[in-house]
């Protein structure tokens, strides 16, 4: 079993960065791949990125096209936590996000996370 919360949300104003974070427990993080989802108001959740590391070595990392060169995936072993840092927010980047686990391989999918957190809310004003 795999506990996670995330935390660093907030209100932002467009174009300023955020970085969230997702703090696990229970069982050795590092084992599993990491995944950030966003659900809108009104929208599905979608896939933001996934991460798959171990020690201090990524070995892959998986970002979604809508997000891809302003959001940063990483993961500090010694932490047990993973990161997203989020670059040139737009209004559009307004959500609940959400930290998520599954066993290998990485996947896109939210089905196919077994762990969740309860999501940080950010929100981004224009």
């Known amino acids: 079993q795999v506990q996670l919360v995330e935390s660093g949300g907030g209100l932002v104003q467009a174009g300023g960065s955020l970085r969230l974070s997702c703090a696990a427990s229970?069982?050795?993080?590092?084992?599993?791949?990491t995944g950030w989802f966003r659900q809108a108001p009104g929208k599905e959740r979608e896939f933001v990125a996934a991460?798959?590391?171990?020690?201090?070595?990524?070995?892959?990392?998986d970002y979604a096209d809508a997000v891809k060169g302003r959001f940063t995936i990483s993961a500090n072993n010694a932490k047990n936590m993973v990161y997203l840092q989020i670059y040139t927010l737009k209004p559009e980047d307004t959500a609940v996000y959400y930290c998520?686990?599954?066993?290998?391989?990485?996947?896109?999918?939210?089905?196919?996370?077994?762990?969740w957190g309860q999501g940080t809310q950010v929100t981004v004003s224009s």
């Open positions: 991460i798959r590391w171990s020690g201090g070595f990524t070995y892959f990392a």
């Open positions: 229970g069982r050795t993080f590092s084992n599993y791949v």
């Open positions: 998520a686990a599954r066993l290998p391989p990485t996947a896109r999918l939210a089905a196919m996370y077994d762990y």
